[in-house]
């Protein structure tokens, strides 16, 4: 059975018995108010993956038109999107990390938010734009600084992703 979900603003939420099921058992979404809220990211693989119906003052968004609504809420949609796809189709939990200056916090398999901490924090981009070393320092800083794993995920132009995880170890 699929997902009825509403978007309002940038906030795709559901309250369907099908949200808390898949909340248990996946971790998609979080509960925030009596419903189950997603992420842009959960929301298009959901849709995606013929899970989830999006409506907006009750009719259906088709997939296509949610991607552009999506584009213009976030600009990097793309190159972030795909990151989350590929991670979630490995098994992987995704969910956003804003409040760590982060596109996102991954947990290992098998470890759920709320109850174990993420092991990386990640960041998306396309392999033809140029990374700092000063950024890079930021990058491993904010990882450093929660005790997570940096994972930089590199998105070619063939759409393929390369993984670049950076510890620090003590000499």
């Known amino acids: 059975m699929k ?5 309002s603003g940038e906030t795709i939420y559901s309250n369907s ?3 808390y099921s898949l909340h248990e ?6 509960k925030v108010d009596g419903k189950i809220r997603y992420s842009l990211y959960e929301a298009l693989f959901l849709v995606e993956k013929g899970k989830m119906d999006v409506y907006s003052k009750n009719k259906i968004i088709p997939p296509r038109e949610l991607m552009k609504k999506m584009q213009k809420l ?4 793309n190159v972030k999107y795909s ?3 590929d991670l979630r189709m490995k098994g992987y939990t995704v969910k956003t ?3 760590f200056g982060a596109d996102f916090r991954v947990y290992e398999k098998g470890k759920k938010p709320g109850e174990e901490h993420a092991k990386w924090v990640v960041f998306c981009d396309f392999e033809s734009n140029k990374l700092t070393w000063h950024e890079f320092s930021a990058k491993n ?3 450093h600084s929660t005790k997570k794993n940096l994972l930089l995920a590199i998105v070619d132009e063939e ?3 390369t993984y670049y995880e950076v510890k620090w170890t003590k000499p």
């Open 141 to 143: 800083r904010v990882a």
């Open 25 to 30: 058992k996946s971790r998609f979404g979080e």
């Open 74 to 77: 976030d600009k990097r949609i």
């Open 159 to 161: 759409g393929s992703i």
């Open 97 to 99: 990390a804003l409040k």
């Open 3 to 7: 997902i009825s979900s509403n978007i």
């Open 17 to 19: 018995t099908e949200s």
């Open 83 to 85: 990151v989350f796809k």
